[in-house]
């Protein structure tokens, strides 16, 4: 899995590419930053529960665990999460090819 330290890196290589790092417009008091800020803590959390089920998995398997339900159940939540993570994007990158397609 990613450490945070390379997934920040990641994420603001994804800024600069994209042209955003470091901007914060403003849309009705809200800045760009809590959304960046929203995502960056989603991608978090979306690694910490793909690590935390790896480790489950590794566990059972090495027999440090005996319940097969908890390493399930860790497995379906970064599932869970992946697959929010993924629509998420998909929605993002949507959002921006119909806005670069706008007329100016």
Known sequence: MLSEKMLG???SGAEKSLGIGGQT????GKSSADFLEALQSAV???NTALS???KASVD???G??????DV????EKADISLR??????GKVLEAYQEIMRMPV
């Open 60 to 62: 059972f398997a090495s």
């Open 52 to 54: 935390q089920a790896d």
């Open 84 to 89: 929010t993570l993924t629509a998420v994007r």
């Open 44 to 46: 978090m959390d979306t």
């Open 64 to 69: 440090k665990a005996q319940n097969l339900h």
């Open 72 to 75: 399930m159940i860790a497995m």
């Open 9 to 11: 890196e990641r994420v």
């Open 25 to 28: 417009a403003s849309i009705d």
